[in-house]
């Protein structure tokens, strides 16, 4: 079943319209990636689906993204729910200046939600689920931005998880990361897709290949095609997606 | 004659090192005077005793005390009503005409000349609020003053934290009260605090907002409320060097090497507070 369902979904950024009649079903439990040349709206679609966008001014949407049977563009929508539901990791590792444990906890101190006693537990959970309690576990008091890269993209997963999100947005998670770290981030994300529904946006369609079961690809702000992975990459019905895949633009 | 860039350089450069040295000349000028002339005066007597004999000899307790309450009063006017208005003026205010007309009155604030300010208190707290000529007027009239370097280090302050924290603790579900409350405050503490402190500098060291608003010529006693006038330090100076005959010099010169010791210290504990955090923050 569809974790996130867009129906007619259009973005404006003042007179320029970024997303154009975008429908599309992201099933839960899957890895589905988005992937198209810069500026084709990937990332701003990623950033609607947890309303970041309305950080921006002058932003405009028309019509719907269903979320378990809700509307999350509904003005009223509320979006701390929306956020705890719905997470982000970003392209650059961005840990706050804090210690690693605190930065694990931050999500949950804000939300109030746990018992005091209870964080420890939540932080040694939090970080085995990105591969990095025994590495860490010893130094959770030192000072998350003395962490290599790619252990910082792992604590900002790990920072995510804490708060029990259900669908997780990667917005080019491992672009800053070398190739064995980026290789480490995909089967961590293989195995995390067990228990969330990931959409990765990505510049490197061969990580797309490698790791998604669906794959949409976005061309000025219109979604051209969108279905399994390997239909996409191996006899894509679109010209457009033919000549992105086989690298004749991008 | 033929030009030789070299040459034109080495001539630039002396020029600017030059420029440059002046710089250092009347700082340590001053410096070197005043602790030359007034050191002798320093005593453990001089620090702690009223002024005795018409101020002509004795010490300088009580200007030393109303500049500490003077300064403090300042600091719990001022830095309240600048941090919220810099927290306002980073966080929440768009770009339109209204955030202009602040921003503008800020700067044009920080332009008024300080004896402006003086009268400017008197009208408004010692006169209009009858609060009279008292700690309480002195220490608002000082705080209007360093009020606008206040809200700009601390705007500068807010204003450099990354914004990609504010994305994710945003995005981690956080409200943006939240969000400025936990990581953009925290991140700005240094900032803020090396401006109060600039400010504090400013406030101890200006006579003009003090002459109208608080200070007295002679007290017999320290002052007991807010609402008592005071002695100060910049002021005292101003009528022992100009108003009371035969002042002995080392007097004087050890009352300016008190209030230039207090300044520069203040100011050397901003230094060293920017210094160590900035060593602390990497990002």
């Given at each position: 079943?569809?974790?996130?369902?867009?129906?007619?979904?259009?973005?404006?950024?003042?007179?320029?319209?970024?997303?154009?009649?975008?429908?599309?079903?992201?099933?839960?439990?899957?890895?589905?990636?988005?992937?198209?040349?810069?500026?084709?709206?990937?990332?701003?679609?990623?950033?609607?689906?947890?309303?970041?966008?309305?950080?921006?001014?002058?932003?405009?949407?028309?019509?719907?993204?269903?979320?378990?049977?809700?509307?999350?563009?509904?003005?009223?929508?509320?979006?701390?729910?929306?956020?705890?539901?719905?997470?982000?990791?970003?392209?650059?590792?961005?840990?706050?200046?804090?210690?690693?444990?605190?930065?694990?906890?931050?999500?949950?101190?804000?939300?109030?939600?746990?018992?005091?006693?209870?964080?420890?537990?939540?932080?040694?959970?939090?970080?085995?689920?990105?591969?990095?309690?025994?590495?860490?576990?010893?130094?959770?008091?030192?000072?998350?931005?003395?962490?290599?890269?790619?252990?910082?993209?792992?604590?900002?997963?790990?920072?995510?998880?804490?708060?029990?999100?259900?669908?997780?947005?990667?917005?080019?998670?491992?672009?800053?990361?070398?190739?064995?770290?980026?290789?480490?981030?995909?089967?961590?994300?293989?195995?995390?897709?067990?228990?969330?529904?990931?959409?990765?946006?990505?510049?490197?369609?061969?990580q797309?290949?490698?790791?998604?079961?669906?794959?949409?690809?976005?061309?000025?702000?219109?979604?051209?095609?969108?279905?399994?992975?390997?239909?996409?990459?191996?006899?894509?019905?679109?010209?457009?997606?033919?000549?992105?895949?086989?690298?004749?633009?991008? | 004659?033929?030009?030789?860039?070299?040459?034109?350089?080495?001539?630039?450069?002396?020029?600017?090192?030059?420029?440059?040295?002046?710089?250092?000349?009347?700082?340590?000028?001053?410096?070197?005077?005043?602790i030359?002339?007034?050191?002798?005066?320093?005593?453990?007597?001089?620090?702690?005793?009223?002024?005795?004999?018409?101020?002509?000899?004795?010490?300088?307790?009580?200007?030393?005390?109303?500049?500490?309450?003077l300064?403090?009063?300042?600091?719990?006017?001022?830095?309240?009503?600048?941090?919220?208005?810099?927290?306002?003026?980073?966080?929440?205010?768009?770009?339109?005409?209204?955030?202009?007309?602040?921003?503008?009155?800020?700067?044009?604030?920080?332009?008024?000349?300080?004896?402006?300010?003086?009268?400017?208190?008197l009208?408004?707290?010692?006169?209009?609020?009858k609060?009279?000529?008292s700690?309480?007027?002195?220490?608002?009239?000082l705080?209007?003053?360093?009020?606008?370097?206040?809200?700009?280090?601390?705007?500068?302050?807010?204003?450099?934290?990354?914004?990609?924290?504010?994305?994710?603790?945003?995005?981690?579900?956080?409200?943006?009260?939240?969000?400025?409350?936990?990581?953009?405050?925290?991140?700005?503490?240094?900032?803020?605090?090396?401006?109060?402190?600039?400010?504090?500098?400013?406030?101890?060291g200006?006579?003009?907002?003090?002459?109208?608003?608080?200070?007295?010529?002679?007290?017999?006693?320290?002052p007991?409320?807010?609402?008592?006038?005071?002695?100060?330090?910049?002021?005292?100076?101003?009528?022992?060097?100009?108003?009371?005959?035969?002042?002995?010099?080392?007097?004087r010169?050890?009352t300016?090497?008190?209030?230039?010791?207090?300044?520069?210290?203040?100011?050397?504990?901003?230094?060293?507070?920017?210094?160590?955090?900035?060593?602390?923050?990497?990002?």
């Amino acid at each position: 079943m569809a974790k996130i369902l867009t129906k007619n979904l259009n973005l404006w950024y003042g007179d320029f319209q970024a997303i154009i009649n975008v429908n599309a079903a992201f099933s839960g439990n899957k890895i589905t990636a988005i992937i198209g040349p810069s500026g084709c709206g990937k990332s701003t679609l990623l950033r609607i689906f947890n309303r970041m966008n309305d950080l921006i001014e002058g932003v405009r949407t028309s019509g719907e993204i269903i979320v378990d049977q809700e509307n999350i563009l509904d003005t009223d929508a509320d979006l701390v729910v929306l956020r705890k539901k719905i997470g982000m990791v970003f392209q650059r590792p961005n840990p706050f200046p804090l210690s690693i444990y605190e930065n694990v906890v931050f999500g949950q101190r804000i939300h109030n939600s746990i018992r005091k006693s209870e964080l420890d537990s939540l932080a040694e959970e939090s970080l085995r689920s990105v591969l990095l309690w025994d590495e860490l576990k010893d130094k959770l008091h030192k000072s998350a931005l003395s962490l290599s890269l790619e252990q910082k993209q792992r604590l900002c997963i790990a920072r995510l998880v804490a708060v029990k999100p259900e669908v997780l947005l990667m917005d080019e998670p491992c672009s800053t990361l070398d190739p064995q770290a980026t290789q480490r981030i995909e089967e961590l994300m293989r195995e995390l897709k067990n228990n969330y529904t990931i959409v990765i946006v990505t510049h490197n369609m061969q990580q797309a290949a490698r790791i998604s079961d669906d794959t949409g690809f976005m061309l000025l702000g219109e979604l051209i095609e969108f279905g399994k992975t390997d239909d996409i990459f191996t006899h894509p019905s679109d010209k457009r997606t033919e000549d992105y895949i086989t690298g004749r633009y991008g | 004659m033929k030009r030789n860039p070299q040459r034109t350089q080495k001539i630039a450069f002396f020029f600017l090192l030059l420029a440059t040295l002046l710089i250092i000349v009347p700082v340590g000028l001053i410096i070197v005077i005043i602790i030359q002339k007034g050191l002798p005066a320093i005593n453990w007597q001089f620090l702690t005793d009223m002024p005795r004999q018409g101020m002509r000899a004795g010490g300088i307790f009580p200007a030393i005390v109303g500049t500490v309450y003077l300064v403090l009063g300042a600091i719990s006017f001022a830095l309240p009503i600048g941090l919220l208005a810099a927290v306002y003026l980073s966080e929440y205010a768009r770009a339109n005409i209204l955030t202009r007309l602040i921003k503008l009155s800020i700067v044009n604030l920080a332009g008024v000349p300080s004896v402006v300010y003086g009268l400017f208190g008197l009208a408004l707290f010692v006169v209009f609020f009858k609060f009279g000529a008292s700690i309480l007027s002195g220490s608002l009239t000082l705080g209007l003053m360093i009020l606008p370097i206040i809200i700009t280090s601390s705007v500068e302050a807010l204003e450099s934290v990354p914004q990609s924290f504010r994305e994710v603790s945003l995005s981690l579900g956080a409200s943006k009260w939240q969000t400025i409350r936990n990581i953009v405050l925290p991140n700005a503490v240094p900032g803020i605090i090396t401006g109060t402190i600039l400010g504090v500098g400013r406030a101890a060291g200006e006579t003009a907002p003090i002459l109208f608003t608080v200070a007295a010529f002679y007290l017999p006693q320290l002052p007991s409320s807010i609402f008592d006038q005071a002695m100060a330090l910049p002021y005292h100076l101003y009528v022992i060097s100009t108003q009371v005959p035969n002042v002995d010099e080392k007097i004087r010169y050890g009352t300016a090497l008190v209030l230039l010791f207090m300044v520069l210290s203040v100011n050397l504990v901003a230094v060293i507070i920017r210094y160590k955090f900035r060593k602390l923050k990497k990002w």
